[in-house]
Each structure stands twice: as C-alpha cells, then as structure tokens.
C-alpha cells in the first residue's frame, strides 16, 4: 500500500490529498529516509511524521484493506512518539499565551516599557 494512502487509513490524515503534500514536502520519512507519495509501506517499517510541529513516530503492524474507524487503528500501527514531543508541545503554547491577542489593538505605554525593558536586558 502506498504510504499517502496507509497514513490516510490509520487517520493520520483527513484526506489522501493532505497526505500527498506531506510526502513531498517532506514531513513523512520511512525508516529515517523522505519519501515520496507512493511509496509502498510494509509491516515492520518506522514512519516519522511531522505534523502540528510534533514528530509522530509509529510501527506498521499490518496492512489495513480500506480506511478504518478510530478504534481500529492499532490493530495496524503503533504509536511509538517519545513523550519529549508532546512535552515540547505545552511548552510552545505557555509561551504563546504570553503574547497578544491578534485584533487587541496598539500596545499600551506598559506593554512598551516591558518590551523596551526586556530588549536592554537582552543587549548587555
């Protein structure tokens, strides 16, 4: 089976199309290698995907016939992401909390100092 169509079975992706752009642009690797959209997947391989700025590693267990439901999706692979990705994860959206909200208008003169505060820190 054609790995575009496997990560599209196992519900990696919402649609085949989605998984084709990933191949190419490079966000699927199998056993370490980028592939391309029509690559054939076999049990026993390691397939790395970078999705949501999280690598997603899993081990092809078997070859599904068509696409299956949610719960059915271990039966054909398993997830083996180190728990350092998702960790990196809540990192990044603590620190986006920190900033602005898009639409909330001009910085007021505190936002400024702050800024201007956290650039001469930054500068010695």
Known sequence: MRVDKFLWCVRYFKTRNIGTQACKKGAVKINGDAV????????????????NQI?????????????VGAKLTDLYRTDITPKEEFESQDILKYAKDYYRKRGTGRPTKKDRRDLEDFTEETED
């Open 55 to 67: 690598n997603y590693k899993l081990k092809v267990l078997d070859i599904p016939p068509n696409r």
């Open 36 to 51: 391309k959209p029509s690559r054939e997947v076999y049990p026993g391989d390691e397939i790395t995907v970078r999705k």
